[in-house]
């Protein structure tokens, strides 16, 4: 299984619910100087969407997982929140809408991790702007520091109604200098000390920027200009910090 099922999606809920001061305040800042619509691509369960429009902004939000959608529209619905929703991969959206901003949060574009997939992804959000448009985003960073070989490790929480979400994560067979990590999770939902149910999820990643810069290029390739990268959020650059997420902003070429 590829996308993100319903136990990951309770496990995600109740393990990283709120987002940091800072990272929400960073998005702040691009959602309150946006000139028109805006978007947020792998919007997940809306961590960071709904913060946003209580403060009153509208957004758009796509994500490939309908679980985690589901979960996402429910609260819209209970707060009657005026939102498009879609379901739909990056590479694969057609939305009726041009964006001021497009903007994707915790590093999750690094979950596209096939160079085609990526390629496409970037030219369809270009698409996606209006000209002139804003679009910022996080990905990992590659570091040679990674340790990117065997590895699993496991953790567990608790629902308010008592039901037990246990995640295992295996991670195995890396090359040390590849640029992607695969992982398998597995979910496992307990309830008075049985297992109900079990799901697994093909997890990995793609630490971009590996024997140098290249995401510059690949982001002016597909239509954009004015690219900066910042390592922190409160929009610096230090280079000693790589191996972090690495955030970049850049615009849709007039
Ligand atoms: C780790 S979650 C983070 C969600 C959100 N960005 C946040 O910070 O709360 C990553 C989300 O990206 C979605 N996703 C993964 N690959 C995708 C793709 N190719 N197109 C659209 N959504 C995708 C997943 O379904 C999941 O909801």
């Not at 067979?173 to 979910?187: A, C, E, G, P, T």
């Not at 999820?201 to 290249?214: I, V, Y």
């Not at 900066?228 to 790589?242: E, F, G, Q």
């Amino acid at each position: 299984m590829k996308h993100y099922g319903k136990i990951c999606t309770m496990m995600y809920d109740l393990d990283k619910p709120v987002v940091p001061d800072m990272d929400l305040a960073f998005f702040l800042n691009y959602v309150e100087k946006a000139k028109g619509p805006i978007l947020q691509p792998m919007i997940g369960t809306g961590r960071f969407a709904l913060p946003l429009m209580e403060k009153g902004f509208k957004i758009d939000g796509v994500d490939v997982s309908a679980d985690m959608l589901a979960k996402y529209r429910r609260v819209c619905e209970e707060r009657d929140y005026d939102v498009n929703i879609y379901e739909s991969s990056l590479a694969e959206m057609k939305l009726p809408e041009r964006y001021a901003l497009v903007f994707i949060t915790s590093g999750s574009f690094s979950l596209i991790i096939d160079d085609d997939e990526i390629s496409r992804s970037l030219a369809n959000i270009n698409q996606h702007l209006l000209p002139g448009g804003t679009f910022v985003f996080e990905v990992s960073e590659y570091h040679d520091a990674h340790q990117l070989d065997h590895h699993w490790n496991g953790k567990w929480v608790k629902s308010p109604d008592g039901e037990i979400v246990l995640q295992s994560v295996v991670q195995n067979d890396q090359d040390q200098n590849s640029d992607i990590v695969h992982s398998l999770v597995r979910y496992e939902l307990i309830k008075d000390g049985k297992l109900v149910d079990t799901e697994f999820l093909e997890f990995s990643l793609k630490f971009h920027n590996k024997g140098g810069d290249t995401l510059k290029a690949l982001l002016e390739k597909h239509g954009f200009e004015d690219v900066v990268y910042y390592n922190a959020y409160d929009k610096t650059y230090d280079p000693d910090r790589r191996g972090f997420n690495l955030i970049i902003e850049c615009q849709k070429k007039k």
